[in-house]
């Protein structure tokens, strides 16, 4: 440190404006919630009561909660899963030198540049059951897709919506990542006899694992926090709440229901549920992983 900065107070200045920010928008609205969560607060001001656990136990004797709950914990499995094996197989076809592979590594990072409003806008578009790419489906079966009346179909859409988003970070990542291999090991694995499928079950994937868990890790906890800008831009939690997320629950019942506790409640909630979702993939899969080479 002291070769870099002759100063010892300058990496801390560097550090201030973003610490600035993440304190200002994460840690101070986290305990908030906290705080809130022990408190009967009035919609527009004029005091607070403190009512203990009262608001948990208010929270999870809801049965809509339980269900906004469930559609986010399987949002959370199914959207970053598969956005992760999307981006593993495009980095891998990046990396073996395809046709078109250059021209594609930037066509791929082109829709990290676009806010996820704007995306479900588009999805919204692309999957419209009268002029989107289904709709000659729906001429020829009738009623086969439809988001805004079908759960299941809206559920879809926004998961292929977050997949779309998601694939250009986590192509970086692992692209970043195969590309470090040393070429060493593919000569090797050549002379052995090792095909191209052996090579990558072989050698790519174990040897980018760190990338790969590092990847999982961030798009599982980004989904919670982009999911809401797709369901407010596409079906607003419809319909008959099939997309309604924790996120945008809580989004409805703070800023629309006005009730400031049971939304710092279910937030707080939501901030443990995270956690030991990340908890649980560092205790299952970190084991794995494979840092030296």
Do not use: C
Request: hydrophobic share 55%; glycine share 8%; aromatic share 16%.
């Amino acid at each position: 440190m002291s070769s870099l900065f002759h100063h010892r107070w300058l990496p801390l200045l560097l550090l201030a404006p973003m610490l600035a920010v993440v304190t200002l928008f994460f840690y101070i609205p986290v305990f908030q919630a906290f705080y809130w969560s022990f408190f009967l607060e009035r919609p527009f001001g004029g005091g607070s009561m403190f009512v203990g656990w009262s608001n948990f136990a208010r929270v999870l004797s809801d049965s809509h909660f339980w269900t906004s709950i469930w559609r986010t914990v399987l949002f959370m499995v199914i959207g970053p899963t598969i956005a992760v094996s999307v981006s593993l197989v495009l980095a891998i076809a990046a990396e073996r030198h395809v046709r078109i592979a250059h021209p594609a590594r930037n066509v791929l990072i082109w829709p990290k540049a676009v806010a996820g409003a704007s995306i479900g806008v588009i999805f919204l578009f692309i999957f419209n059951p009268f002029v989107g790419l289904l709709a000659p489906l729906n001429a020829l079966a009738p009623g086969f897709w439809n988001p805004g009346i079908d759960g299941t179909d809206a559920f879809v859409m926004l998961i292929g919506a977050h997949v779309w988003g998601g694939i250009p970070f986590n192509f970086m990542i692992l692209l970043a990542g195969l590309q470090s291999i040393p070429k060493a090991q593919y000569q090797a694995a050549a002379m052995d006899g090792a095909g191209p499928w052996r090579r990558i079950f072989d050698i790519q994937i174990p040897l980018i694992s760190p990338q790969l868990f590092l990847a999982m890790v961030l798009e599982y906890t980004e989904s919670i926090t982009s999911a809401f800008s797709l369901i407010d831009s596409m079906t607003q939690g419809g319909p008959g709440g099939a997309t309604s997320l924790l996120v945008y629950k809580i989004y409805v019942d703070g800023f629309q229901g006005y009730d400031l506790s049971g939304a710092a409640t279910q937030t707080a909630i939501l901030m443990v549920l995270v956690l030991i979702f990340v908890l649980a993939q560092f205790v299952l899969f970190e084991r794995g992983v494979k840092y030296e080479r």
